[in-house]
């Protein structure tokens, strides 16, 4: 049996979900956008909003992790992240250290060892990790997590990591419910049930491949489930969501067009530059393919209904073999609030300014520097994917109460008029946001 929502969060008739995309030292910017929802949005709706569902991959699995250990203390709960971000110094983080290099480079050039003979449970990575681990260890008490899903505050709360040895997109998944929904027949996306959420499904769904070290669960390694599955909007459906917030620290600017005629004075790109455009490739994918395939499969089951009546739906649904009314095809309305400016750019600025000179001295500080001066561009991704420092992190905290703040009645009518389970409503698809 499910637990049941507590009284005193808001009655909104389905079950929410908050979709947390990967972005490394970017995901300060999903804190922004969740401190907005839970304290802004709650008051204008007179009660505290449920977040039942929370999915979350690379540094939105933590981000997730640490909203969801903190379930009891709804509105709270994002100033706890806020603290935690506004507190890091990127050398607490960012650890090179000259043995842990050594290791690195020769994984890099020697023979790559079995899983068996490696003693640790974390491999490669050229930063290293026990910065991060502590961090993490010290701001988030995981067993809470289960407490919450039994309590009925939270309903489940997933971590996507990728297997090594296959490629395979793990979900690892904590639940109220016994067992594992129905799931997607992408036989590259397996969903795992585990008792209970740990430090080491985090880590694992954050360890962006070359950067920081692979992780070890159960004898098996993994790393960054931003590979393959950077926005996971798919477990969200699978467990029986009814409609989700999605948060994307992908920044949409003017699309540049290909010159008509090559320029011969053109400079090629720095490798450091290559490399940020790379992670963009890897851990930001195109979110809005998938909203936009998601809202188009809204308009078909609202057509369908309209035209067939109520039925349409349990009777799509029984032939196509689904026998729990919550996890069929159901209009799933989402709204997705995404970055509005360009965090690279931001990321040049902050690190050429005196703030981060103060804060940031020494080797670690010059290399930053390094990265920005080898870009002919006036941006740099990777510095933004490395820059765990907390005065970057308030610039994008801030910059997504903006982002949540432009959205704030479609944010209202989200929680408003989400169709529940028993009496589907027909709801046209939330309309995509455009920040």
Not at 241 to 265: D, L, T
Not at 328 to 345: E, Y
Not at 406 to 417: I, K
């Amino acid at each position: 049996m499910v637990p049941v929502r507590p009284d005193f969060l808001y009655k909104t008739p389905g079950r929410v979900a908050l979709v947390l995309a990967g972005g490394a030292a970017r995901g300060a910017y999903e804190v922004g956008v969740v401190q907005h929802i839970v304290e802004e949005v709650a008051r204008d709706l007179g009660r505290d909003v449920p977040l039942d569902i929370i999915c979350g991959t690379s540094v939105g699995a933590i981000n997730g992790c640490g909203l969801a250990a903190f379930a009891d203390a709804p509105r709270s709960r994002a100033r706890r992240l806020v603290s935690q971000w506004q507190a890091l110094k990127m050398s607490d983080v960012v650890r090179i250290r000259s043995s842990h290099l050594w290791r690195f480079a020769r994984s890099l050039i020697g023979r790559s060892p079995l899983a068996s003979e490696v003693k640790e449970d974390r491999y490669g990575g050229l930063i290293e990790p026990s910065g991060m681990e502590d961090i993490i260890k010290n701001a988030i008490p995981f067993e809470r997590i289960t407490e919450h899903l039994q309590s009925g505050l939270l309903q489940a709360v997933t971590a996507s990591a990728t297997h090594i040895a296959t490629g395979n997109t793990v979900v690892f998944i904590s639940r109220s419910s016994h067992g594992v929904p129905r799931w997607s027949r992408d036989p590259k996306v397996v969903p795992r049930k585990v008792s209970q959420l740990r430090i080491q499904h985090a880590l694992a769904s954050a360890a962006i491949p070359l950067v920081f070290p692979s992780v070890r669960i159960d004898g098996e390694f993994y790393c960054d489930g931003g590979l393959r599955q950077n926005v996971p909007l798919s477990p969200a459906r699978h467990l029986g969501a009814n409609g989700m917030i999605v948060v994307s620290p992908r920044y949409i600017g003017e699309i540049q067009k290909i010159p008509e005629r090559p320029n011969p004075s053109a400079k090629m790109p720095s490798p450091l530059f290559l490399v940020g455009k790379a992670l963009n490739a890897l851990l930001l994918d195109r979110v809005e393919n998938d909203i936009e395939r998601l809202q188009r499969i809204n308009q078909i089951l609202t057509a369908g209904q309209s035209q067939f009546g109520e039925e349409f739906l349990p009777k799509l649904n029984t032939a196509m073999g689904y026998q729990n009314k919550t996890e069929g095809m159901k209009p799933l309305p989402a709204l997705l609030v995404r970055a509005s400016d360009n965090i690279g750019k931001l990321a040049v600025d902050y690190v050429c300014s005196p703030t981060f000179a103060k804060r940031t001295p020494g080797t670690l500080g010059r290399i930053a520097k390094m990265i920005c001066e080898s870009d002919e561009e006036d941006e740099s991704d990777l510095l933004s994917y490395l820059l765990f420092d907390g005065e970057f992190a308030m610039q994008l905290i801030e910059l997504g109460r903006r982002d949540a703040k432009a959205v704030h009645g479609d944010l209202l009518r989200f929680f408003t008029e989400l169709p529940g389970d028993l009496n589907p409503a027909i709801h046209p698809p939330a309309p995509e946001n455009k920040h």
